[in-house]
């Protein structure tokens, strides 16, 4: 009997040795975990910091009238590498100011420059030298027709394979910028549509929206709808219909709205896909902007004909769309969708490259 008493005591130390032991583990893979997490928002702070001072540096640089655009775009052709990546930045500043200095920045020659940045050896120097092109290229038609034809598309494209995360933001949305102005077909023959499906699936919200928002465009084109689904885009955007960030559900929506006009084919994937339950949920979602973009996927799919499982689906969604809208909220009307119109986008870039011509 002692024998046994002994054997069952040494046992239970034994299990709570275990025990402790298993608790260790667990709260060191906790502190791990928190340590880790503390150095990623320390790096982050720290990134965060640092692009302020600069920019910072920048606008003093700007409100300093005796550094003229001229002159920035001088030190973008002679200055070393420091000095070039510092000119895009101010430059692109200057560009966000005004449609004014988006002209005069063009005229001074700066676009050759910055897209000659776009290809050399400094990550930082390439990454301000396409959020310049950006700059210079929002809501401005002749700038967008200048910058193509200035060979910014391959350039462009190469960052959203080459290089760190945060270029590849930039690059995505200076591609989306451009291809407003009805080059959907260069852009994609170019290269552009596999890199950007593959940037869905980036951990961070800002790609994923600006890679979503590339193809939202590129799939105005009807080759492009048809090249963007066959590398597997679509699962992808169903999947981000549940995003956490709202402009991400937006985009995903309106690129799958997109993807799903007068395309039978796409229709039908985009239903075996699931989307149709999420697109309904996205319905009563609180920003104006993805319920509007939803509704109009659905409408889009709910249209079909032809493939069985579109069909059903389209009548599943039914119910949902007509309660959106009979339940129309005198809330703000959503903002205008990002899909431009085919005809207009052809009559501004003609007059655009007309325009260059002359000059």
């Known amino acids: 009997a002692a024998a046994a008493a002994a054997a069952a005591a040494g046992g239970e130390g034994r299990a709570e040795e275990t025990r402790r032991r298993e608790e260790k583990r667990r709260d060191d893979k906790k502190e791990d975990e928190r340590r880790k997490e503390e150095k990623k928002k320390r790096r982050k702070e720290e990134e965060r910091i640092r692009r302020r001072r600069e920019e910072e540096k920048a606008k ?29 930045l101010v430059l692109g500043i200057l560009a966000t100011a005004s449609p004014e200095n988006q002209a005069a920045i063009v005229r001074a020659g700066a676009v050759a420059q910055l897209v000659q940045l776009l290809k050399g050896d400094a990550p930082e120097a390439r990454g301000q030298a396409a959020v310049a092109l950006r700059a210079l290229a929002a809501n401005n038609t002749y700038n967008k027709v200048a910058i193509v034809r200035a060979g910014a598309i391959p350039p462009l494209i190469r960052l959203l394979k080459e290089e760190p995360v945060e270029v590849q933001e930039v690059a995505a949305g200076a591609l989306q910028t451009l291809a ?16 950007l499906v593959a940037l869905l699936k980036d951990e961070r ?21 048809v090249a963007i689904a066959q590398v597997g885009a679509v699962p992808l955007l169903v999947d981000l219909l549940k995003d956490e960030s709202a402009e991400v559900r937006e985009q995903a929506a309106a690129a799958l709205r997109n993807l799903a006009a007068e395309n039978a084919d796409n229709q039908a994937a985009i239903a075996r896909a699931g989307a149709f339950s999420p697109l309904a949920d996205l319905l009563k979602d609180d920003l104006p902007g993805v319920r509007e973009e939803a509704l109009a996927a659905l409408r889009n799919l709910a249209g079909a004909g032809g493939e069985e499982a579109v069909r059903d689906a389209a009548t599943a969604a039914g119910d949902a769309i007509r309660e959106a809208a009979a339940a129309a909220s005198p809330s703000p009307a959503p ?5 431009p119109a085919r005809k207009d986008a052809a009559a501004a870039k003609a007059n655009a490259e007309a325009r260059l011509g002359a000059l």
Do not use: C, F, H, Y
């Not at 407003?180 to 890199?195: H, K, W």
């Open 335 to 339: 903002p205008p969708s990002r899909r």
């Open 180 to 195: 407003e102005t009805n080059n959907q077909v260069e852009i994609a023959q170019a290269g552009a549509i596999v890199p």
């Open 60 to 88: 003093k640089i700007v409100s300093e009238d005796d550094l003229p655009i001229a002159r920035q775009v001088a030190t973008l052709r002679e200055g070393s590498q420091d000095e070039q990546t510092q000119a895009a």
């Open 205 to 225: 919200p800002g790609v994923r929206e600006e890679a979503a928002g590339a193809l939202v465009i590129l799939a105005l084109n009807t080759d492009n709808q």
